[in-house]
């Protein structure tokens, strides 16, 4: 009998985490009762008095992290479970705004791994035990919980939540999820809870939303239906029907920031205008982050043509102060690379095409080059993130942006360099 190493409160974190990827014979499992048996026997379906959902394409960890700070401004205590991470495990689980210590990171770990017995379970229903159990120990006033993958079969719908969100709904895990818009929004609109205030960040796809709210008696709250944010040239203003602020612009996305205000509106306490100028402040690791200005070097996690085209409209808007874009480029096969491409082949001067094949779906930059056009600009490959970020910071001139998206892969081995 091969022998299998279990760890221990003295063993490392990475000892551990290497521990919870092998348990389960697979990555991805759309299955809920072995992690619902292990949460309900730990009492972690109801981690907090107020517990938020946030699920959708594009956007969920921007808003977790605008309304994670506008509580935090309003002086509660809060719990965010995200992923993916980029450097860290415990970048996953943040108390108060901050990842958790190791410590607490394996204690938790060796408490839920005692507490599965023999049930398998996947890497990302451990982490969210993992997190709901830190949440209910420190008894936390509100948690929020990103959506891994969809909505319905998700570890992160096992909880009795209070408020759910969907922040957009796009094409993206089609092979999961379903080929179409509104077989995608009947999978995420499985996180709206009966009697429970469902939110939509977005009119696109509305409709389908509105026939899920209705099947699960949800309260909706519905961008341009019960709230509403309009752009001026200095401000915005969001709004509903007894309320208005404006507001300065936020360093994250708008509509992801107005999405988080509804959330906040929908609490079940005061949050003063204060808090919320302070919160919507906030910035987020790898959302058009800006490392460097002279030149200028950009990342952001776009990794679908939904956030690629949002990431081009931004792009296009500072080209004309830009001499040469230089994109490096590194994304999953299993991501629509053409469609999310193709929004950037008008305006890039050179491509860094990188190949992703250290993980099991990375791409090849032989796999990216095919949806490129050599005639338009010029075309360079790479075999890893490292060298292809070398070579661009040698050429690259003061007046240059350095533009690095595609996957959460690709901007993790640039902050590891950094």
């Not at 509100?142 to 319905?152: C, N, R, S, T």
């Not at 208005?244 to 996305?253: A, G, V």
């Not at 949002?310 to 230089?326: D, M």
């Not at 094949?357 to 005639?375: C, M, P, Q, W, Y």
Request: include cysteine.
């Amino acid at each position: 009998m091969k022998h299998v190493f279990i760890p221990n409160n003295y063993s490392k974190i990475s000892d551990w985490i290497k521990h919870i990827e092998n348990i389960h014979h697979k990555d991805i499992d759309l299955r809920l009762d072995g992690i619902y048996h292990i949460a309900s026997n730990l009492g972690l379906l109801k981690p907090a008095p107020v517990v938020i959902i946030v699920g959708g394409t594009n956007g969920k960890g921007s808003t977790c992290r605008l309304i994670e700070t506008i509580i935090l401004y309003s002086k509660k205590t809060v719990g965010v479970y995200s992923s993916p991470h980029f450097i860290k495990y415990n970048e996953r689980i943040r108390v108060q705004g901050i990842p958790i210590s190791d410590e607490i990171c394996i204690s938790a770990i060796s408490y839920i791994n005692k507490a599965r017995k023999k049930i398998s379970i996947s890497y990302f229903e451990f982490t969210t035990l993992v997190a709901l159990s830190i949440f209910k120990y420190l008894k936390l006033d509100v948690v929020i919980l990103e959506v891994g993958l969809g909505g319905i079969l998700d570890a992160t719908n096992i909880v009795h939540s209070d408020i759910s969100v969907i922040t957009n709904i796009a094409l993206e895990h089609t092979q999961i999820l379903g080929n179409t818009c509104m077989q995608i929004a009947k999978e995420k609109s499985g996180i709206f809870r009966t009697g429970k205030i469902a939110i939509f960040g977005d009119i696109q796809n509305a409709l389908e939303l509105k026939k899920s709210v209705e099947y699960h008696k949800s309260i909706p709250y519905f961008l341009n239906t019960h709230w509403f944010y309009k752009k001026n040239p200095k401000f915005w203003i969001w709004s509903n029907q007894d309320y208005s602020i404006n507001l300065p612009y936020p360093n994250l996305s708008v509509r992801n920031a107005a999405t988080a205000l509804a959330v906040i509106q929908s609490l079940p306490y005061y949050v003063s205008p204060r808090s919320i100028l302070q919160g919507l402040q906030t910035k987020l690791i790898g959302r058009f982050q800006i490392i460097n200005k002279k030149p200028l070097i950009i990342l952001d996690v776009a990794h679908n043509p939904h956030a690629a085209y949002f990431l081009s409209k931004k792009i296009k808007k500072i080209k004309k102060n830009i001499r040469f874009l230089y994109v490096i480029i590194g994304m999953l096969r299993d991501k629509d690379i053409k469609n999310t491409l193709k929004h950037f082949l008008s305006i890039v001067n050179i491509w860094y095409c990188v190949s992703l094949l250290e993980f099991s779906r990375g791409a090849s930059h032989e796999e990216i080059v095919t949806h490129l056009d050599n005639k338009k600009s010029e075309i360079k490959k790479f075999d890893t993130v490292q060298n292809a970020w070398k070579n661009a910071i040698k050429k690259a001139k003061k007046s240059d942006c350095i533009l690095i998206f595609g996957s959460f892969h690709t901007v993790a081995s640039i902050l590891k360099i950094k």
